[in-house]
């Protein structure tokens, strides 16, 4: 499958942004989707995760509340919604997919990955 992320932007802190995800080549529904995120200078680190039915979903704690992943599984979208955004959210937002059950409570063991959208919040 190929992922591609769209839907970055610059925008202030306490606004919102919906990041897109197109998957290509086979079916969403397939996969177990991720979003991820890497600052500059830190780590990437996850962000949400969504089931291959979408069923159950799962996310960081610094995103708990404010941000909701999603799936569509008829238009083979991913989304990942963000509301009350913080400047500490600025970051490059990667989609990813993996046909297996990810591990280590959905953080982990992704195969697939996307080029990534960058998100910047304005203090």
């Known amino acids: 499958v190929q992922l591609q992320a769209s839907g970055g932007g610059l925008v202030q802190a306490g606004g919102s942004l919906r990041l897109s995800c197109t998957a290509s080549g086979r079916a969403v529904s397939s996969y177990f989707m991720g979003w991820f995120r890497q600052a500059p200078g830190k780590e990437r680190e996850f962000v949400a995760a969504?089931?291959?039915?979408?069923?159950?979903?799962y996310y960081a704690d610094s995103v708990k509340g404010r941000f909701t992943i999603s799936k569509d599984n008829a238009k083979n979208m991913v989304y990942l919604q963000m509301n009350t955004l913080k400047p500490e959210d600025t970051a490059l937002y990667y989609c990813?997919?993996?046909?297996?059950?990810?591990?280590?409570?959905?953080?982990?063991?992704?195969?697939?990955w996307g080029q990534g959208t960058q998100v910047t919040v304005s203090s």
């Open positions: 990813a997919a993996t046909s297996r059950r990810p591990l280590n409570g959905a953080t982990e063991g992704y195969d697939y």
């Open positions: 969504i089931s291959w039915s979408g069923g159950s979903t």
